[in-house]
């Protein structure tokens, strides 16, 4: 019984321990997507309590609160992302195969409304920005 264990301990080992096969599909589709990270640094004490849903191609991504970030899988083309906020401009993004993009997500008031910015930037400026983002990348 004792050699029966071992044996059935070692096949699942060598299962565990085999590479994974990916087809050429999954890994041809993984390469026709662009990671999308959006995140807020940088605001007033009075909009940090606002938390919205943010979209790529009219489909929600997530919930961006402050000082955190938001990812998104998106396909190669043109990707259009927006807020949850009315006051909220479209941007529009020809994302590239395997690319990283980072969009600052501003947030301030204007009167009794909350405009939302979105702005593709660099990696060196996110992360300068909102150095929480190091863990995302």
Do not use: C, H, W
Not at 11 to 16: G, L, M, P, R, Y
Not at 38 to 59: C, H, L, P, V
Not at 70 to 76: L, R
């Amino acid at each position: 019984m004792f050699k029966s264990i071992i044996a059935t301990v070692g096949v699942a080992i060598s299962f565990a321990l085999a590479p994974t096969v990916v087809s050429a599909g999954e890994a041809e589709s993984a390469a026709a997507t662009a990671k999308v990270i959006f995140y807020r640094a940088d605001e007033m004490s009075r909009t940090r309590q606002i938390n919205f849903e943010t979209y790529a191609a009219g489909k929600p991504v997530g919930r961006l609160q402050y000082r955190k970030a938001v990812v998104a899988e998106v396909p190669a083309g043109a990707v259009k992302f927006n807020t949850s906020l009315p006051e909220t401009a479209t941007l529009e993004i020809d994302a590239k195969p395997g690319q990283t993009y980072y969009v600052y997500t501003g947030l301030e008031r204007k009167g009794q409304n909350f405009v939302t910015t979105l702005e593709v930037v660099e990696e060196q400026v996110a992360l300068s920005q909102s150095p929480a983002l190091d863990g995302v990348i």
